[in-house]
Nanobody
Framework: DVQLVESGGGSVQAGGSPTVSCEVSGYIYSSLCVGWFRQTPGKEREGVAAISARSITYYADSVKGRFTISRDNAKNTLHLEMTDLKPEDTAMYYC????????????????????????RGQGTQVTVS
């Protein structure tokens, strides 16, 4: 079975710079498009960032310039470094893995990430105050 386990997050002050991480098992990690989406009760799910099997990165406009996504194929891990956090970044952050490793062929759409056939973690809460 494919498993995704998130870590990091927690409560941070506005302007803080936490990192959330995800460990993936049960799949050829290097072949996956992996990324993060977030959700807050009462709001639509929002794709945050993704990185393709070829390490091409994609970001939602709301986080561009503040968040950095990276992957370590040797350790099957994914990281999201967040800086200059704002209260509106408060959400449950989920890791997702899409077997189509090219992240929609370069046409990554944060409103459609992750796709239905993706694998997802249980999430980690980030609260900004």
């Amino acid at each position: 079975d494919v498993q995704l386990v998130e870590s990091g997050g927690g409560s941070v002050q506005a302007g803080g710079s936490p990192t959330v991480s995800c460990e993936v098992s049960g799949y050829i990690y290097s072949s996956l498009c992996v990324g993060w989406f977030r959700q807050t009760p009462g709001k639509e799910r929002e794709g945050v960032a993704a990185i393709s099997a070829r390490s091409i990165t994609y970001y939602a406009d709301s986080v561009k310039g503040r968040f950095t996504i990276s992957r370590d194929n040797a350790k099957n891990t994914l990281h999201l470094e967040m800086t200059d956090l704002k209260p509106e970044d408060t959400a449950m952050y989920y890791c997702a893995a899409d077997p189509w490793g090219d992240c929609s062929g370069g046409h990554w759409d944060p409103s459609k990430f992750p796709p239905r056939n993706s694998y997802r973690g249980q999430g980690t809460q980030v609260t900004v105050s």
